[in-house]
């Protein structure tokens, strides 16, 4: 790392002062990026949170909401379905015992391919 002294101007702001050394061609890439990271937050806008908040009492607002809910799950029609059958047990078959083929065909001439 270098010891290069970089003069600045008397009365100059130390975001003026990141930006003359971020823009600077002269100076080496390590200390123009350092610049650059430490004045971003200064020069661009920063997403955040915003809570909004009114002079009404949050037990209102969640009674109100509760009160919007419920005027819709009352406004559907319901239907009452039947249950379902019954389904009767099942006597499974007997299983004869046959000899079970091989799943796969098996190839021993491609066991050990050379490419």
């Known amino acids: 790392m270098s010891d290069k002294v970089i003069p600045g ?3 100059q702001s130390p975001l003026d002062f990141l ?11 390590h ?8 004045a971003a937050p200064f020069c ?11 002079t009404e009492d949050i037990a209102e607002r969640l009674r109100r909401a509760l009160e919007e809910r419920m005027k819709i799950i009352n406004a559907r ?3 009452v379905l039947p249950p379902p059958p019954k389904a009767e047990p099942q006597v499974a078959s007997p299983q004869v015992d046959e000899p079970m083929a091989k799943p796969f065909a098996h190839d021993n ?6 490419f």
């Not at 930006?19 to 890439?29: A, F």
């Not at 200390?31 to 430490?38: E, S, V």
């Not at 661009?44 to 009114?54: E, I, M, R, W």
């Open 9 to 11: 101007f008397p009365g």
């Open 19 to 29: 930006r003359s050394v971020y823009t600077d061609e002269n100076l080496p890439l």
């Open 31 to 38: 200390a123009r990026l350092k610049a650059a990271a430490a």
């Open 44 to 54: 661009h806008a920063k997403f955040a949170v915003v809570a909004t908040s009114t």
């Open 77 to 79: 029609a319901t239907e």
């Open 109 to 114: 001439k491609s066991r050990f391919r050379r």
